[in-house]
């Protein structure tokens, strides 16, 4: 474990911040590129490190966290469910977007407020961001085969929210890709134009709002390619 060491936190001040109320959450044992590994073996190793880190934390901390953070942010749909199995009520992605009720509490966005992205301005624009009022139809993994692009299927559940003549996508940050809106069954679906490049790729959807200027609405769902 990476706690004490270095120039990291030790278990002594974990405690203090324990004792002042804030929430210390699970973050494995080892911070493991777990989805390069064969999905079989990559259950196994990760539920043996959420095991072990959390036997650490109720030896160093008296009781084990209820959250956890995917390391990288990188995750399955198996890795998510060993996390329900295992008593966690909410785990926490690094997807961008905004936490909402229409968010799933094991994948749960954050918009990323440090280096490149933590100027004022951009601060201000991610803090008056709203969430998309979608949920994912079906289960899709997060994990695609050889860039091969994936679609997404969501079900806008208030598009009166909205203003749909306005959506906007993006495959990472450009505009390749296809969006088609279902207006009968309230269905976006989005896929990327062209195969793709990088480990980490985001969807993102976008929408102003139908009631106030200037506001947005965002959801984001990530892929990832092992081989990459």
Excluded at 57 to 68: D, K, S, T
Excluded at 90 to 103: L, Y
């Amino acid at each position: 474990a990476t706690i004490g060491n270095s120039d990291f936190i030790n278990w002594e001040q974990l405690r203090e911040l324990q004792r002042q109320g804030i929430e210390i959450g699970n973050h494995s044992h080892s911070h493991a590129h777990f989805v390069d590994h064969d999905p079989t073996e990559r259950i196994a190793m990760f539920r043996d490190e959420v095991k072990i880190s959390q036997r650490i934390f109720r030896e160093h901390l008296g009781e084990a966290p209820r959250l956890f953070s995917y390391p990288y942010g990188e995750y399955s749909l198996s890795m998510l469910r060993v996390l329900k199995e295992e008593g966690f009520v909410g785990a926490a992605a690094q997807n961008s977007g905004v936490i909402s009720k229409f968010s799933d509490l094991f994948a749960l966005p954050r918009f990323p407020v440090a280096g490149k992205y933590a100027d004022p301005e951009g601060f201000k624009e991610k803090a008056s961001m709203k969430a998309l009022p979608v949920y994912v139809v079906g289960e899709p993994d997060h994990i695609v085969a050889g860039g091969e692009p994936s679609s997404l299927k969501l079900h806008l559940a208030e598009p009166g929210m909205v203003s749909l003549n306005h959506f906007q996508c993006f495959v990472a940050d450009t505009e390749a890709c296809k969006l088609d809106y279902d207006e009968d069954n309230s269905i976006l679906t989005m896929t990327a134009e062209n195969p793709l490049q990088e480990r980490r790729t985001l969807y993102t959807i976008t929408a102003p709002s139908a009631s106030s200027t200037g506001v947005w609405h965002w959801f984001s769902h990530l892929w990832i390619d092992p081989e990459k």
